[in-house]
């Protein structure tokens, strides 16, 4: 079964820096491009970050640009999120997500998500 | 930023009877649609792309129309498993933006 499986979430202070991995297994992994979507408690979801396959090329929401960064390392079947500066309204879950061109760009495959804690 | 607007937010509904959920776009996303259901503690799943196409395994009684800046979700007649929270997404334009999501109840 195609999985993916986040870790490195965390309760960090104000400020502080946490690095959130994804790892996946059964498919082809550098063949997808990945995102990052996370979920503010009781609240929506609210897309963070994206990657290309090959690594070149990535996105990021306004509200983490300058502060995130995406990255992958396809040797190891790894998606990671490096978030700095971490500020209370990044407190989420923070899913992983592959991205199929073949389904409208859409995400058929989740992780279960890692929980991300700002507060001092 | 494309503002994805989905409507209404709670809709209140018993097994058996169709359920009509609405995603309007702030400006034209073409095609460019897709949905996501999401169980309480569960990820979200891919439901819908290029706003009418289901995706593996989904349903038939799951539908998508619109096109534009205007889209709906149907489910024809309620399963108790569809009991859920939708939400619609766009991928027209970066930064990738959701809905804020419909919750489907059991009334």
């Known amino acids: 079964e195609v999985q993916l499986l986040e870790s490195g979430g965390g309760l960090v202070q104000p400020g502080g820096s946490l690095r959130l991995s994804c790892a996946a297994s059964?498919?082809?992994?550098?063949?997808?491009?990945m995102r990052w979507v996370r979920q503010a408690p009781g609240k929506g979801l609210e897309w963070v970050s994206a990657i290309s396959g090959g690594g070149g090329t990535t996105y990021y929401a306004d509200s983490v640009k300058g502060r995130f960064t995406i990255s992958r390392d396809n040797s190891k079947n790894t998606l990671y999120l490096q978030m700095n500066n971490l500020r209370a309204e990044d407190t989420a879950l923070y899913y992983c997500?592959?991205?199929?061109?073949?389904?409208?760009?859409?995400?058929?495959?989740w992780g279960q998500g890692t929980t991300v804690t700002v507060s001092s | 930023e494309i503002v994805l607007t989905q409507s209404p937010a709670t809709l209140s509904l018993s097994p058996g009877e169709r359920a009509t959920l609405s995603c309007r776009a702030s400006q034209t996303v073409g095609s460019y649609l897709v949905w996501y259901q999401q169980k309480p503690g569960q990820a979200p799943r891919l439901l819908i792309y290029?706003?009418?196409n289901r995706a593996t395994g989904i349903p038939a009684r799951f539908s998508g129309s619109g096109s534009g800046t205007d889209f709906t979700l149907t489910i024809s007649s309620l399963e108790p498993e569809d009991f859920a929270v939708y939400y619609c997404?766009?991928?027209?334009?970066?930064?990738?933006?959701f809905g804020g999501g419909t919750r489907v109840e059991i009334k």
């Open positions: 059964r498919f082809s992994f550098s063949s997808y491009a």
């Open positions: 290029d706003a009418f």
């Open positions: 997404q766009q991928r027209s334009n970066w930064p990738l933006t």
């Open positions: 997500a592959k991205m199929d061109t073949a389904l409208g760009y859409g995400m058929d495959v």
